[in-house]
């Protein structure tokens, strides 16, 4: 009974495990079933399809990266401070990863958005919110700087928000391209340049 | 005979049109040769693996890109209006996929580079040496730009060079995971932000 009151979480681990390095499409029921230690007749007792899985390995990464994202971005300091603290974590995660399993994985929500977008509508919906999402709390974090007036206040919008965005995820990519986490080291000053700060 | 000779050249053709939307990993070896219309027993004559055809795909893509970047970048305009010219073709170019197709597909060498950086060495090596040329391509029209005096000497490096091609792929998946071509129009203008131009 222990086992099956937690086989639907092992299925989300091993899941999530496995397309942080190898994406979607290469992924089988089968290898994620013997992954989790799941029977593969149960897989469809949890999720109607690898795609329904995959909305859910999403969720649950975005919470746990929203929690992260909200704890840099909380606190006393200027706004600028906190928004270096995130990009600066996301440096680390990448610089982590590569130290742990001997490769830049890159970004979960990047890979996924790349790979599936034209593919798998369901996955497609859930990360262009958590992309607008994300866009919407630099956006915030630039209003704060530029109120502080650290920023000009005709930077501190949308469009520059989604560009800082855009250069975390190409960053990313080269990183992950060279297996180079060093290369996350450029994103705060090009930042900069994006703020005009 | 006809057939035979240029069963190659359809396979790289089929697989490049097939793998710019759907990726690698989802590609088998029969759904390359049916859309060929080339045995499935004669593809190992021609490619030793889906990865050495993945390769010459890549070669093959990305020396019609380097024709359409040397055509962008050459002339006798300024140095700044020549990279306008470049980066607005690559906006084209999703604008464009968008009409045909009904969907932004986004880069075919990023695409490639996030989903198999991980698991593909050759693919991943060679898809490194063109994210390199890139860079060098841009890099030297900065070079230019500076002696012109529209860019800052100190941004005339590799480094910002760097940061401009993470900026379009930035775009690019944001583009693609919004299924909408409009998001590069913001490209140039912040282009320039990283050019401190």
Chains 1, 2 share one sequence.
């Not at 299925?11 to 593969?40: F, N, Q």
């Not at 929690?67 to 971005?73: D, E, V």
């Not at 990183?175 to 703020?195: F, S």
């Amino acid at each position: 009974m222990g086992r099956t009151s937690t086989a639907r979480e092992r299925l989300l681990e091993a899941t999530g495990d496995l397309m942080r390095s190898r994406g979607y499409s290469s992924l089988g029921v089968a290898e994620i079933c013997a992954r989790a230690d799941v029977k593969k007749g149960s897989f469809y007792h949890f999720f109607e399809s690898k795609q329904a899985l995959t909305v859910e390995v999403v969720d649950a990464y975005w919470r746990g990266e929203l929690a992260c994202w909200n704890g840099a971005l909380a606190g006393p300091e200027p706004a600028l401070e906190r928004l270096r603290r995130l990009l600066d974590g996301m440096a680390d995660v990448q610089r982590r990863t590569k130290e742990t399993s001997g490769t830049v994985d890159g970004c979960l929500l990047g890979n996924l958005a790349l790979e599936l977008s034209t593919q798998e509508p369901g996955v497609r919906a859930r990360l262009e919110e958590i992309f607008d999402e994300q866009i919407a709390l630099v956006a915030g974090v630039l209003a704060e700087a530029a109120a502080e007036g650290a920023v000009p206040a005709d930077r501190a919008t949308h469009a520059t928000a989604r560009a800082v965005i855009a250069q975390v995820e190409g960053m990313v990519l080269l990183a992950k391209l060279k297996n180079d986490p060093t290369v996350m080291d450029d994103l705060w000053p090009h930042a900069l340049m994006l703020l005009g700060a």
